[in-house]
């Protein structure tokens, strides 16, 4: 049996493991799909990460120091790669009531051939209706921080929307935005396939912020007034310069992206006169700012369900479709190495 590992900074490799019988409140999984994370799951793979050497610290919620003599926050070589995985239930434990074997689901999971998860009480392991999308099951985890962007970006009726960076996250942002009633969804990506994939799944336009003054052509297409809500998810300093150029007085940028310290940023210019509103946000954080109405659970029960009646649409988004087999060297050819040529890498098992 074999596990998608990282074994050094930057570098992927299928390891071999045992596998193991289920405890009683187990089941195991028998993968047919996987999807890695292509956000914060990559900054720990290049060993940047922040939790390297210092650990976030609830109570004092802040980074500090870990321990003298504590293991670093990754360790190449046991640090797994993966996010979600879809396949049958092959293994039952005996405490397990709520699963039979042969049933397909999806679950938070490593990229390996069997996975093995609790079973009582878990309400991540999610069950799929027939029919369903493989695609839409295991973009589950970007939906969530999609959703909560739109809500933290208080995205209303008649609203001016606009989503930079169009990967995972702000393709299902874009639809979002749409359906919440949005008059017009812009989409900000210099890659033309991604604003493609866009234009077909609800953004109105698309711009390339390489080749324009983003801030500027918004302004244009909103009569000069600007944005209402900008959902930010590409962590790149000159995409908020522009978000904050192409703000509306007044208005929110949503900031989704786990982004990389900044130099260049200025938060003179338009930032002194716009009078904007950054949001940091988090769907894991507890608690939601609408809480007690809303929490991560509720984030989560809301999204599984527009995945799998349809309402949102991920088999664009799933791309490229690699093997198992091969999954080492497309991760760090996709994922890694030319995010470009991907949007959300979809992995495939030949059984």
């Known amino acids: 049996m074999k596990k998608l590992v990282a074994v050094e900074p930057r570098k992927a490799a299928l390891l071999e493991y045992e596998d193991r019988h289920v405890q ?29 050497d210092e650990n976030f610290n609830e109570e004092w919620r802040m980074f500090m120091p870990r321990e003298e003599g504590s293991a670093p926050g990754i360790v190449f070589g046991e640090f797994q790669l993966g996010n979600m995985v879809v396949g049958k239930i092959v293994e039952i434990g005996g405490e397990v009531t709520d699963y039979q074997l042969g049933e397909t689901v999806c679950t938070y999971g ?14 991540r392991l999610r069950k799929m209706p027939e029919g369903a999308k493989w695609q839409n099951a295991v973009c589950y985890d970007p939906a969530q921080f999609a959703l909560s962007g739109v809500r933290d970006a208080n995205v209303r009726a008649g609203d001016y929307v606009v989503v930079v960076g169009l990967g995972a996250i702000g393709q299902i942002a874009i639809q979002l935005a749409k359906k919440a009633g949005a008059s017009l969804v812009v989409g900000i990506d210099p890659i033309s396939h991604r604003c493609d994939i866009a234009l077909r799944n609800g953004a109105d336009v698309c711009l390339d912020p390489t080749k324009c003054d983003v801030g500027y052509e918004v302004k244009k297409l909103t009569n000069k007034m600007g944005a209402d809500s900008i959902i930010e998810t590409s962590g790149n300093s000159a995409a908020l310069q522009g978000a904050l150029r192409g703000i509306a007085y007044g208005g929110t940028i949503s900031y989704v992206a786990f982004a990389k310290p900044f130099t260049d940023l200025n938060f003179g210019r338009e930032a002194h006169f716009n009078n904007a509103k950054i949001v940091f946000s988090r769907a894991a954080s507890e608690p939601n700012p609408d809480y007690p109405r809303w929490n991560r659970k509720r984030i989560e029960d809301t999204c599984w369900e527009m995945l799998m009646n349809g309402y949102l649409n991920c088999e664009d988004i799933i791309e490229p479709i690699v093997t198992f087999e091969s999954s080492a060297e497309a991760y760090m050819e996709y994922v890694d190495q030319h995010p470009e040529l991907s949007i959300k890498m979809g992995i495939e098992y030949k059984k």
Not at 30 to 47: M, N, Q
């Open 110 to 123: 490593p990229i390996m051939e069997t996975v093995i998860v609790n079973a009582i009480n878990n309400h």
């Open 24 to 52: 009683p409140n187990e089941v195991k999984i028998d993968v047919e799909f996987a999807a890695p994370k292509h956000g914060t799951e990559v900054i720990d793979f290049r060993g940047l990460t922040p939790f390297m």
